[in-house]
């Protein structure tokens, strides 16, 4: 071959690789644990609460689904367009629900709303090793915790799109819903193919809208 032809060749081959770089897609699954800081008069209601959750992501959309009993519940988010869809599943109904951007304060606080302060503790969670930060909550002053490791990256989920991404990806954190502390720790972390039917809706949910959701009778 001749000199020229051999530059020719190893510049689209660079190009080729380059492009194959590029066009990589994380993703994979994650699984993660639930505890929940009951007080005693609430501990009967513990056997209804999920105690685990997992999270499929590709790219930049993610599934999360937290399963108790026969009611689960799923929310898909897609980063780039805001899009957060809800599904709620029991034995007896389906509901799907999209939220815009002006109501998703409503699922989850903005990724704003702490104050990061960075601590001397570190551990390996999942395999990998992570720092500890003390959160104050800007508007309650009320403190909670969180694991960062930089080590690796994946777009937010709905467990975690409450947290600043410059701080890295949270294993493990402790968060308050409904006044109540609770804590979520990633038990395991798989990179892996995952199927695209994962992130689309399936047959037989009723759409309705978040106001309808919110009126509609505590049976349902």
């Known amino acids: 071959m001749s000199t020229g032809k ?7 081959t660079a190009l080729l690789l380059s492009a194959c770089s590029r066009k990589e897609v994380k993703q994979g699954t994650i699984s993660y644990t639930i505890e929940y ?12 609460l999920p105690k685990n959750a997992t999270v ?25 367009t805001d899009f957060v869809r809800v599904l709620l599943s029991s034995s007896a109904k389906k509901y799907m629900m999209d939220y815009p951007k ?25 395999g990998h090793k992570a720092k500890k930060y003390e959160l104050t909550d800007k508007a309650t002053g009320v403190t909670s915790e969180a694991w960062f490791t930089k080590e690796i990256s994946m777009v937010p989920n709905y467990l975690t799109m409450v947290f600043d ?24 972390l798989k990179f892996e193919l995952v199927p695209a039917a994962i992130f689309s809706t399936p047959a037989g949910y009723q759409k309705i809208s978040p106001e309808q959701f919110k009126n509609l009778p505590a049976e349902n």
């Open 6 to 12: 051999t530059l020719l060749y190893c510049t689209v």
């Open 56 to 80: 499929y992501f590709k790219g930049d959309s993610t599934v999360s689904i937290q399963q108790a009993g026969a009611e689960a519940t799923t929310v898909i988010t897609h980063k780039p």
């Open 165 to 188: 991404t410059t701080y890295g990806v949270p294993l493990a954190f402790t968060t308050k819903q409904n006044g109540m502390p609770v804590e979520t720790k990633i038990k395991e």
């Open 102 to 126: 002006n109501l998703q304060h409503e699922l989850l606080p903005a990724a704003t709303g702490y104050a990061y302060a960075l601590t001397k503790d570190t551990m390996t969670i999942a």
């Open 37 to 48: 800081q009951l007080p005693d008069s609430l501990r009967g209601y513990e056997a209804y």
